[in-house]
């Protein structure tokens, strides 16, 4: 079972106050904006990873695996991409 610690374990209470007062001033829109900008970097994470994984892989494949992966539900998967995925 995962833990479901509240808090990063690697940060300080300290460091976290200040991060919540930075998102605070943030507003909300550029609160989303900063989520979207990191949801893009993990992301092109995943990308990087598959293509190491996979280089023989054409793009279109790179694209379905890095999704694959970011749903993290291969059920789901198969349902959405059956007729790409081969299954």
């Known amino acids: ?3 479901s610690h509240p808090w990063p374990r690697d940060t300080t209470p300290e ?3 200040v ?3 930075t998102l605070k001033r943030m507003g909300p829109e550029k609160r989303v904006r900063q989520a979207f900008r990191l ?7 995943l990308e990087a990873g598959v293509r190491r994984a996979h280089p023989d ?15 993290d539900d291969d059920d789901l998967f198969r349902r959405a991409y059956q007729t790409e995925s081969g299954s």
């Open 1 to 3: 079972m995962q833990d």
């Open 15 to 17: 460091a976290l106050r």
């Open 19 to 21: 991060y919540y007062a």
């Open 39 to 45: 949801s893009a970097e993990m992301r092109a994470v």
């Open 57 to 71: 892989y054409n793009p279109r494949q790179v694209w379905l695996e890095t999704v694959r992966r970011w749903l």
